[in-house]
């Protein structure tokens, strides 16, 4: 474990800092985006942090706010309140800390040079609120009681490991109907002690000379809009990344990767991307291909696009130490590589024995890393990339495995320490990889297991090596669900469980929860168990296909929501207590909703047949057969292998189309909103053409119940041609007259194409 990672914050230690006229140089702002108004407090120890600008927050205009006596105001936001014991704001009291650098833990001395508090906290009290966010982690979605670090670590998620590979310094609090967002925009490591090491107190402390807060209030729901308006919104992403991914460490050679594709084809199961683990590479050399097991990769990746699969390959940033080596050889030309303390080459090994690493914070270094990612791209042919082992991992240092898997943290990275711009590496890479990708024309997609709050900006994120166990199973929905809080909206988990053997009714519950990841992939590791969703034979193949049939009907609602966070950076996966804060029974970790109109109540357990559920207030219907159900209870409900269980809210339109594939286009031909009937019905659908720039649109399905008559009508502002646009009732008597519908066993069809449709039941 990462000794930086076992301090603690020399709490007892640490003197009170006066935010006027003290040892702190305190600067407070209004920061404004897009309808976002949050305040910002920057505390510097050093006059040239004066004028930092943070590494996530992006795009905002900052304000002077009037000063009054002991308060600023800005307007929109609470005040802040300057007191002898710190600082009021919108009902919480801040209090801010120094540390003397003689009682400073050894592992951040470092830091010190000179400067009299290297250690900089603040406090609150924990209050009766609930806490959530702080991205990737193992555990449920409440924070309260635990200590969480903030440095990116190449470590799995297992039970009560902290931190993974993803560092996110950012904390939501919600009390009642309130909620607070506090987002640390540091990246040196920090610490967030929830009630840890006091069990009334927050502490959150950064190990770096400056401390840089941003504070929101308002509804849950606006709170983690509103982070996102300060750490960026994802661009749209491809619709094909939204299909289903085969991945396995490895797919050796060619003859593999096309046996995949066959049994695909052959078994009738939807595929958009094989992925290339670091076997395809000639000696674990980046941006090559293995002349023996690879040896027309571009011909291969041109007979599979026109089979609609694209290929992935991973991209490590280790790279090799060979001379002749055109990137190891261009890298050193440009200088692009870390080095350590005395000004030496670092070299160390990851999946190359002796490797170097880009130094992702310099812009000539990005700049070389998308030459790189362009040709090797449009050589290759390759739909994306897939960026790995970027926290840095690193397996070898000085002929031993360093103790934290990472680079000497005073190794050197431009005017910065890796210390300070460690948790950056990710981000650097995938802002280059971005680059790279777009310069081909197309939507750049790409996966990273690393990140800072921003990554969302460019790439998709899966949570690393888990395990093919039921307990990671249920693990995967709050972390996704709180990488979503966090910012994260388009991630994954690996799909069966990426170490140990795969069992089929794990695969199974596996895949049908993977069909509302907003990311999917299967993904496997060397030595396991097959586990592509024909490896079980019959009678799984059949029901995985099912499972990855309905991933591909809902794609119109899947693309719509991702259109959303895009737009308003909200989460496909959301938990329900982001719409009930209140309902102590809404805050769980076993269900989720997708968009605001799906609840997924995924099973979890071996053997399970059935399982309890809870229905946040208001109507509910089972998705499957349109049975009715009350809201604020729990229910027992039936989850046979056939299908997951699923539960739509009352008065909303979800869009579905035909399970078709390869995905081509996201204008779809064909519409079909499934509708849960309330006193108003809503349900809308983003198009466009699934790729490129153009600016696509949303249509609308509007309309109403009043007990005996429904009326829907349809907007259409897409512009294409429809083979049909439909709405789907179930479960209902057949209506006694209406105009353009059909009734058969319980289902109502109703044809909106041409605008509007309405029955009637007298
Ligand atoms: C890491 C990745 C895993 C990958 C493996 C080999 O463990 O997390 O997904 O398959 O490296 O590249």
Partial sequence: MNELLNWDIPFDRMERLALEGGLVQARVEQVEHEGLRAWRLLLTQRPRDAAKEGPAVQGVVRRQPEKKAES??????????????????????????????REVPPVLRLLADGVPYPLLALSFPLGAARYLGLGERVGGLERRGGRYWNFTADQPPRPGRDPLYQASPLLLRVEGARAWGLLLDESYPSLFDLGYSHPAEARLAVAGPTLDLYLLEGSLLEVVAGLTRLTGRPPMPPLWALGYHQCRYSYADEASVR????????????????????????????????????????LLAEELSDRGVRLVPIVDPGVKVEEGYSVF???????????????????????????????????????????EVEKFARTYGFAGIWNDMNEPAVLELGGAEPPDKALPLTARQGAKSHLEARNLYALGMAEATYRGLQALGRRPFILTRSGFPGIQRYAFVWTGDNESRYEDLALSVPMLLSLGLSGIPLAGSDVGGFGLDAEPELLLRWMWLGALYPFFRNHSALGTRRQEPYAFGEPWTTRMREALHFRYRLLPYLYSLA???HEEGLPLLRPLGLYWPEDAAAWRDDQFLLGEALL??????????????????????????????????L??????????????????????????????????????????LGPKVRGRVFEDAGEGGDEGAWSELEGGFDGRRLELLFTDRSGHARQGVLAEVWGVAPPTRGQGYAYHNGLLRLDVQGGGAWVAWD
């Fill in 563 to 565: 259109r959303t966070a």
């Fill in 329 to 371: 050889e261009e890298g050193m030309r440009r200088q692009a590589f870390i080095r350590d303390d005395r000004d030496e080459l670092l070299v160390g090994g990851v999946w190359p024995r002796r490797a170097v690493w880009p130094d992702f914070s310099r812009e000539e270094v990005r700049a070389f890393w998308a030459e």
């Fill in 259 to 298: 046996e995949v594709v066959e049994q695909f084809a052959a078994h009738g199961l939807p595929l958009e991307a094989v992925w290339l683990d670091i076997h395809y590479m000639d000696g674990y050399k980046v941006f090559t291909a293995s002349p023996q097991r690879f040896p027309r990769l571009a």
């Fill in 600 to 633: 997924a109540a995924p099973v979890l357990r071996k053997g399970a047949r059935a399982r309890e559920i809870y229905l946040p207030p208001g109507g509910w219907q089972d998705f499957w057969n349109g049975e009715r159900l009350e809201g604020a209870s």
């Fill in 635 to 676: 229910h027992r409900v039936a989850a046979p292998l056939e299908r997951l269980p699923l539960f739509q809210r009352a008065g909303t339109a979800i869009p579905l189309t035909e399970a078709r594939y390869p995905t081509r286009t996201a204008r779809w031909p064909f519409l079909c909103f499934r509708v849960a």
């Fill in 72 to 101: 600023y105001l800005a307007e929109g936001l609470s005040p802040l309140v300057l007191g002898e014991e710190g600082l009021g704001w919108g009902g919480l009291e801040l209090a801010f800390w120094g540390c003397p650098h």
